[in-house]
């Protein structure tokens, strides 16, 4: 039965694939030892040689810790010696675990013994079983170390490499280094990543501000540095970078900067001064500079704002350009001098004295609409340097309205002529200005029915220079259109649109006016007038919205008279705004009158009687009609002689 031996040393964690550490470092090195998990028993005794690598400093070091299994021991510290007794129970055995480490300063080779003694007979188990170290298990009862810190030696170049390698042997067995590829097998040779390298890095490094002009024009103004490492160092890691203003004392300016340029902002009238410390990446800072490595002055420029008086011109408008020269820092006094405005590089007008700081250039009106460079050039003055400053300034074409000319039309009426009328000329211009036409189209046409139907403008080949053209539509309103009115006697009805005689029917009671759409009317937007009666009222009214049909009826038929009928205040039914155009109309009524003559006598009577008879004019029977039952009999000759010597 045997213990196993896996194990390591574990040092300093660095910089880099070298791990670089600085000469002034406390170095940590922990040597661990565990007993295989394929071991077949537990290790009784555990002896650990470290010699150390000369480049050590051997008087800095300290042990710290030691331990194994559940038990964890700290050294106090400045300990290059110590040794204690650790009371142990394994196998359900009481032993002892003598530690003992041990530095010798004179040859530099550290020492470790952990031996399990039996108390009663101050020698090892005698059971082989029995040992302080256990094999592993996963618990970490089979795992020992020992860990202590030792600095360099004072003075190593940069790049001295410092290596430890221990040699662990358990129970009195074959000792192992811990660089071994194989723990067990040592014929597979050595692991160079196993020997805790650290590599030394014993200089700061250097940097430095590069040169800047002796003044800036402007506040804000790049700073750039670099720096490098010793040869064979770490390398930078970051720099601070420090400024002074007017010889005051350095303040932090950019903290820990991996950057090697930013912008500084200052002020005017004031002269920075810059120096930079580098650090590299084991912590060795350089010294700080005695002096600047770089400075520069911010002379006072002055600070200039132009604007016009109108914001966003239009054309035609009258606008001039106001310029304020200010100082760029406080404390400097107010600027002086002349100014001049400039138009796209040509001089507008003369040179301006500023008036304090100001001053406002002539006034103009002429500008074309198009895009300009405002420009005003400062002359200086003792205090201030010559500048120039420039504005974009884009004159926008005015606006004419281009209105279609709202239009209006009876149903059924031939589409009115579509006109526009162009309006908003500025700075005296007229429509002269004006090339080529807009163009107008409806959707309405000769039988639309009514409503309101847009007309609708385009550009078309319209131009014009200085000008945009904001296109108004309007609308075309068709009209409901009385397209018939008709007098209802018996059951005939006869139409007075283009009547030109009297009318000689004695029954008419009743008056149709038939629209060409669907209206909103009422019995008293009628009124019937006469010579003989000066209103006739109405008993009744009915409108028919399929026929669009309205009818009003009368009380009594008409007698002779000469009337005037008036129709108005009607509105289309869909679109109450849209009316309907107002109708009028004369007409005469005399009972008996079948020739139209104007008198009743006995050519009336010979015309009705031949209508009885079925001879005479044909074009006369249906005058002769009068009562309107659709013959003519005794009962319409009896009315024209009841109205003999009746005359309008």
Same mark, same amino acid.
């Given at each position: 039965m045997t213990s196993h031996d896996p194990n390591s040393l574990?040092?300093?964690?660095?910089?880099?694939?070298?791990?670089?550490?600085?000469?002034?470092?406390?170095?940590?090195?922990?040597?661990?030892?565990?007993?295989?998990?394929? +071991?077949?028993?537990?290790?009784?005794?555990?002896?650990?040689?470290?010699?150390?690598?000369?480049?050590?400093?051997?008087?800095?070091?300290?042990?710290?810790?030691?331990?194994f299994g559940k038990t964890y021991i700290a050294i106090p510290p400045g300990r290059q010696h110590y040794d204690t007794t650790v009371n142990v129970t394994e196998?359900?055995?009481?032993?002892?675990?003598?530690?003992?480490?041990?530095?010798?300063?004179?040859?530099?080779?550290?020492?470790?013994?952990?031996?399990?003694?039996?108390?009663?007979?101050?020698?090892?188990?005698?059971?082989?079983l029995?040992?302080?170290?256990?094999?592993?298990?996963?618990?970490?009862?089979?795992?020992?170390f020992v860990s202590f810190t030792v600095s360099p030696n004072a003075g190593l170049a940069t790049g001295t490499q410092i290596r430890n390698v221990a040699l662990v042997t358990f129970d009195l067995g074959q000792s192992i280094a811990t660089d071994q590829v194989n723990d067990q097998d040592p014929t597979q040779g050595i692991d160079p990543t196993k020997q805790a390298l650290v590599t030394i890095d014993s200089v700061p490094p250097t940097s430095s501000v590069s040169p800047l002009p002796a003044n800036e024009s402007t506040t804000s103004f790049t700073v750039t540095w670099s720096?490098?490492?010793?040869?064979?160092?770490?390398?930078?890691a970051f720099y601070n970078i420090y400024e002074s203003e007017d010889?005051?004392?350095?303040?932090?300016?950019?903290?820990?900067?991996t950057q090697t340029s930013a912008t500084f902002t200052g002020n005017y009238g004031h002269t920075y001064a810059f120096y930079s410390v580098a650090t590299d990446n084991v912590g060795n800072q350089e010294a700080t500079p005695s002096a600047a490595q770089a400075s520069t002055t911010c002379f006072g420029e002055p600070g200039i704002a132009l604007a016009p008086s109108i914001s966003g011109p239009v054309y035609g408008q009258s606008l001039s350009f106001t310029v304020t020269v200010s100082p760029a820092t406080?404390?400097?006094?107010?600027?002086?001098?002349?100014?001049?405005?400039?138009?796209?590089? +040509?001089?507008?007008?003369?040179?301006?004295?500023?008036?304090?700081?100001? +001053?406002?250039?002539?006034?103009?009106?002429?500008?074309?609409?198009?895009?300009?460079?405002i420009s005003v050039s400062y002359s200086g003055d003792p205090d201030f340097v010559a500048s120039t400053t420039s504005i974009p300034l884009v004159v926008a074409p005015a606006v004419l309205a281009v209105t279609a000319d709202n239009q209006t039309m009876n149903h059924g009426d031939v589409v009115p002529a579509l006109t526009y009328t162009v309006s908003g000329f500025v700075n005296g211009d007229t429509s002269s200005v004006v090339s080529g036409s807009a163009s107008l189209i409806t959707t309405a046409t000769s039988s639309s029915p009514a409503g309101y139907y847009p007309i609708t403008v385009s550009a078309g080949l319209l131009a014009a220079a200085n000008y945009t053209f904001n296109l108004v539509s309007s609308t075309l309103t068709v009209q409901p259109k009385v397209l018939d009115v008709r007098l209802d006697?018996?059951?005939?009805?006869?139409?007075?649109i283009g009547l030109n005689r009297d009318l000689p029917f004695a029954t008419i009671k009743a008056i149709d006016v038939i629209f060409s759409d669907n209206v909103a009317v009422n019995m008293g937007q009628l009124s019937l007038t006469g010579a003989n009666v000066s209103s006739y009222g109405f008993s009744g009214f009915s409108y028919n919205p399929v026929t669009d049909d309205a009818t009003w009826t009368l009380p009594s038929a008409i007698g002779?008279?000469?009337?005037?009928?008036?129709?108005?205040?009607?509105?289309?039914?869909?679109?109450?705004?849209?009316?309907?155009?107002?109708?009028?109309?004369?007409? +005469?009524?005399?009972?008996?009158?079948?020739?139209?003559?104007?008198?009743?006598?006995a050519q009336d009577m010979v015309l009705a009687r031949n209508a009885m008879l079925g001879t005479g004019d044909p074009s006369m029977i249906g005058w002769a009609d009068l009562d309107g039952n659709g013959v003519v009999d005794i009962n319409d000759y009896n009315a024209v002689r009841k109205n003999i010597g009746q005359h309008l």
């Open positions: 574990d040092g300093p964690a660095g910089y880099g694939q070298d791990n670089f550490v600085s000469d002034t470092s406390q170095l940590p090195y922990q040597i661990n030892f565990e007993n295989d998990p394929t +071991a077949t028993a537990p290790a009784q005794q555990v002896d650990i040689t470290d010699p150390l690598d000369p480049n050590l400093d051997w008087s800095t070091f300290q042990l710290t810790a030691v331990g196998n359900d055995q009481n032993f002892e675990v003598v530690v003992s480490l041990n530095l010798d300063p004179a040859t530099g080779i550290f020492t470790a013994s952990f031996q399990s003694i039996d108390p009663s007979t101050n020698l090892p188990p005698a059971n082989l029995t040992g302080f170290l256990p094999p592993e298990d996963g618990t970490g009862r089979g795992i020992g720096g490098q490492d010793d040869p064979g160092g770490s390398g930078v010889g005051g004392p350095y303040a932090l300016w950019q903290s820990d900067t406080s404390g400097l006094p107010t600027p002086t001098g002349t100014v001049q405005f400039l138009i796209d590089g +040509a001089n507008f007008g003369s040179p301006v004295i500023l008036v304090n700081g100001a +001053a406002t250039s002539q006034a103009i009106s002429a500008l074309s609409a198009a895009q300009y460079t006697y018996g059951s005939k009805s006869i139409s007075l002779v008279d000469h009337l005037m009928m008036a129709l108005d205040g009607e509105t289309f039914a869909a679109k109450p705004t849209i009316g309907v155009n107002p109708f009028a109309t004369k007409f +005469a009524v005399l009972p008996g009158d079948i020739n139209g003559d104007g008198v009743v006598n």
